[in-house]
């Protein structure tokens, strides 16, 4: 069974970091996209940072690039969200998600249970 997990949410001030984790097990392809995604309250869920894990390309959605890296550890089965320079509006709860294509959430087939990352001004 495929289970992802999400950890290293927390609160933060504006300007701060936070490192964002999401182990994955029971499955074994090499070929396969892992997003983050983030949904705040009222909002749609939005793709963040996509990293296909054959190749190590990565993709970010223009409200995050050069502030946001995503990253994998292939030894570990974890891919990584590094968040620079929080802003509140990065305020929300983030998903990783596996085997899908980049930022089409209708195409995830798993998701972690999601957590929560708070950042005040």
């Known amino acids: 069974q495929v289970q992802l997990v999400e950890s290293g949410g927390g609160s933060v001030q504006a300007g701060g970091s936070l490192r964002l984790s999401c182990a994955a097990s029971g499955y074994t392809s090499s070929r396969t996209f892992v997003t983050w995604f983030r949904q705040a309250p009222g909002k749609e869920r939005e793709g963040v940072a996509t990293?296909?894990?054959?190749?190590?390309?990565?993709a970010y959605a223009d409200s995050v690039t050069g502030r946001f890296t995503i990253s994998q550890d292939n030894a570990k089965n974890t891919v990584y969200l590094q968040m620079n320079s929080l802003k509140p509006e990065d305020t929300a709860m983030y998903y990783c998600?596996?085997?899908?294509?980049?930022?089409?959430?209708?195409?995830?087939?798993?998701w972690g249970q999601g957590t929560q990352v708070t950042v005040s001004s």
């Open positions: 990293i296909y894990t054959h190749s190590g390309g990565t």
């Open positions: 998600a596996a085997e899908g294509i980049g930022f089409r959430r209708e195409s995830y087939k798993y």
